[in-house]
Nanobody, 125 residues
């Protein structure tokens, strides 16, 4: 089982930036597929971004504004969020699949086996 701890959330004005971090346990982090999801109040949890090896996928709603990256030496995955909008307000969750994947990365919640506790991001207008 992979332990995941998110950090970096907070309050930011519209148009601003935040960088989320997710620290993972495990000695084979480089072979994990890592994802970011978010859940706004009263809404279902939705896919944001994923990375596996050199393969990246972003949802259409964040494409061009958010960037996912990873540092395997630090067992950490990042989500750089720029040009933030009030509709980006949500709890952001880090998730993992302990497997390297290729091609189109999964976006469904049930594909991810391990989850962090989440970090709140609030974007004010």
């Amino acid at each position: 089982q992979v332990q995941l701890v998110e950090s970096g959330g907070g309050l930011v004005q519209a148009g601003g930036s935040l960088r989320l971090s997710c620290a993972a346990s495990g000695r084979t982090f480089s072979r994990y597929t890592m994802g970011w999801f978010r859940q706004a109040l009263g809404k279902e949890r939705e896919f944001v971004s994923a990375i596996s090896g050199g393969t990246i996928r972003h949802s259409d709603s964040v494409k061009g504004r958010f960037t996912i990256s990873r540092d395997n030496a630090k067992n950490t995955v990042y989500l750089q969020m720029n040009s933030l909008k009030p509709e980006d307000t949500a709890v952001y969750y880090c998730a993992a699949i302990p497997q390297l994947l290729f091609g189109v990365l999964p976006t469904a919640l049930h594909d991810y086996t391990d989850w962090g506790q989440g970090t709140q991001v609030t974007v004010s207008s």
